[in-house]
């Protein structure tokens, strides 16, 4: 599987934006860019996918490096309730997520 | 709608006793995982099924362990002669078919083995 990396924590204001980074250099064509949160004491958490175009729901924004070798997750206005662990997964027309070890979100009120 | 779910939500036992835990898909979800996470890592692949066969049982650490899904449905995952080390949160989810469909995660069952 090709790797990620992500740093091992960040720290947010309430309200404020969150950019999470995550590099995957070895990215190849197929593989799409998966992001999950976990909450503490809960089980991982879809947020969103892409392949190569940006992207946006209700939850996060997906922003896809021009070359795919990176890629960041937006949160628009950190929350409380937005605090958790959040992985970057490489996923290719494969039904098994391989989870790293993500970045910790701390959200200070 | 009901997400997945997973009983018991905590198991305690004794090294060398088999537990069964549970897990109920979504409804209508054909594709179910299982995977064990350890404090401080994230979660890891243990067997995947599509209907009611294993299609790929490859991350289950030993002969111990064992799923099910009879019915292609519920699924049960077994571990006979458990070790200390076996304590972890076992994660189930489903999905509607495999290829990049999002995966709905219930909140686990904490094993742990005294």
Not at chain 1, 42 to 71: C, F, W
Not at chain 1, 83 to 93: E, F, P, Q
Not at chain 2, 29 to 43: D, E, I, N, V
Request: hydrophobic residues 30%; glycine residues 8%; aromatic residues 8%.
């Amino acid at each position: 599987d090709a790797k990620t990396t992500q740093p091992n924590s960040m720290e947010s204001n309430e309200e404020e934006p969150v950019h999470l980074p995550c590099n995957h250099s070895t990215i190849s064509g197929t593989d799409y860019i998966h992001w999950y949160r976990q909450l503490p004491s809960q089980g991982p958490e879809y947020v969103i996918h892409g392949l190569t175009s940006n992207v946006n729901n209700r939850m996060a924004s997906l922003a896809i490096a021009e070359d795919r070798k990176s890629s960041t997750l937006i949160l628009h206005r950190a929350t409380l309730r937005d605090a958790a662990v959040y992985y970057c997964i490489l996923r290719s027309n494969d039904y098994k997520l391989s989870f790293g070890a993500g970045t910790t979100v701390t959200v200070r009120a | 709608g009901a997400g997945v779910s997973q009983t018991p939500s905590n198991k305690v036992t004794e090294k060398g006793k088999y537990v069964e835990l549970r897990c109920d898909p979504i409804s209508g979800h054909t594709a179910l995982y299982w995977y064990r996470q350890s404090l401080g890592q994230g979660p890891e692949f243990l067997i995947y099924f599509q209907g009611t066969g294993a299609a790929d049982d490859s991350g289950l650490p030993n002969d111990r362990f064992f799923a099910v899904r009879p019915e292609g449905s519920v699924s049960t995952l077994k571990i006979q002669r458990t070790e200390r080390g076996d304590s972890a949160v076992y994660l189930c989810a489903s999905s509607l078919s495999p290829q990049n469909q999002p995966q709905h995660f219930g909140d686990g069952t904490r094993l742990s083995i005294l």
